[in-house]
């Protein structure tokens, strides 16, 4: 692990009820998580994605505000749902944050995990009538998303300015931002695709695969595939993998109330989301000296060059940044971690 960022799902309330929060004070204090976290020196702020959902949706406002106020973080998400996409749009949105934050925009992007409409992308204008989870559409729309963002020319232009035979490119147009686009993947078959795409892989808390196998070796499976396939690929760069846990140092009396119960007897759950079979990722909770055991013997943490910790934004900025403080101070350095003030995030030799 070289890295460690934060993962929000950004959920809220409708604010009308005694300390609950609502959409404007979950967006404020995810900026607030954010350039705390910036100076703690952790690597990274990502958000969920979801729609018709009491949680974070569209995420170029919330990470430009984020890229604004900060100097070192990366910003990005983890993961936009593609299905909910116009690929040219969000090449033309991604391109101008990744300018504006000098190159920090991490972008996750996947088919998406269930949302709670029925076919909710078609309600945002698209339709794919031959796969009821659009997974074909998704990637249609994502292999435009990247040519887009590689600059290529993709529309003819309008031949009265431009004369025959002229195409364009999507504007602005920010180098090098295809290296910093991640798919989502949560099986081993995905993360092969992902790595004949030449993007960088995320994976989640949850893999939908269950062979009786721990949840980390699942992963390390996925991540050895994923490498395997990139270096069969040819790619001249090389590429990053992160995983998502739920990590959580107990290092003071209230962190034992919130999450002291949880360090025993917990472990990976198997379940069925989207009509498979699924494995989830257990919760680590715990102190310091034990968490740092664990995680070394996790081998999806051992081999991944980024870890982004679950947060939950629903208790407030200062114990947010209380988790993240205690993950960089105790056990973040045990894992090998450098902090955003040593440079961009590299990947690990595949």
């Known amino acids: ?65 984020i890229a604004a106020k900060t100097s070192r973080i990366e910003v990005g998400t983890g993961v936009i749902d593609m299905r909910y996409e116009n ?5 033309e949105e991604s391109a101008a944050l990744d300018l504006l934050s000098d190159q920090r925009v991490a972008l996750g992007i996947s088919r998406g995990s269930p949302e709670p409409a029925d076919r909710g992308w078609e309600a ?17 729309k994502f292999a435009q998303f990247l040519s887009a963002i590689k600059g290529e020319e993709l529309v003819p232009a309008d031949p009265t ?30 993360a092969e695709w992902a790595a004949a795409q030449g993007v960088n892989m995320m994976s989640s808390t949850l893999l939908t695969e269950a062979t009786g196998a721990s949840f ?9 595939r994923y490498r395997a396939a990139w270096k069969d690929a040819g790619h001249d760069w090389t590429p990053r993998v992160s995983v998502s846990r739920s990590i959580f140092p107990i290092t003071t009396n209230l962190d034992d109330l919130y999450f002291g119960r949880r ?25 310091p000296d034990e968490l740092i055991e664990a995680l070394k013997a996790d ?12 947060i939950p934004s629903q208790l407030g900025v200062d114990y947010n940044l209380h988790i993240l403080e205690s993950f ?20 690990s030799a595949v």
């Open 87 to 91: 690929p040219l749009y969000l090449a």
């Open 263 to 287: 360090s025993g007897g917990e472990g990976d759950q198997i379940g069925i989301i989207d009509g498979t079979r699924s494995t989830f990722g257990k919760t680590y909770a715990g102190e």
């Open 328 to 347: 960089a101070s105790y056990v973040a350095p045990a894992l090998g971690w450098q902090p955003n003030t040593s440079g961009p995030v590299t990947g």
């Open 124 to 140: 945002f204008g698209y339709s794919d009538s031959d796969d009821a989870k659009a997974a074909n559409m998704a990637r249609a």
């Open 1 to 65: 692990m070289k890295a460690f960022g934060f993962l929000s799902f950004g959920h809220y309330g409708s604010g009308s009820a005694p300390g609950e929060y609502g959409a404007k004070e979950a967006l404020q204090q995810a900026v607030e998580i954010g350039v705390g976290a910036d100076e703690i020196g952790v690597n990274g702020a990502y958000f969920r994605v979801h729609h018709f959902a009491e949680q974070a949706a569209s995420p170029m406002p919330l990470l430009a505000a």
């Open 216 to 224: 980390g070796a699942l992963q390390r499976d996925q991540i050895d």
């Open 161 to 190: 300015q431009f004369g025959p035979g002229k195409k364009l490119r999507v504007e602005p147009h920010s180098p090098g931002l295809q290296q910093r686009v991640w798919w989502g993947a949560g099986t081993a078959a995905t």
């Open 299 to 310: 081998p999806a943490v051992e081999a991944a060059d980024t870890v982004l910790l679950t």
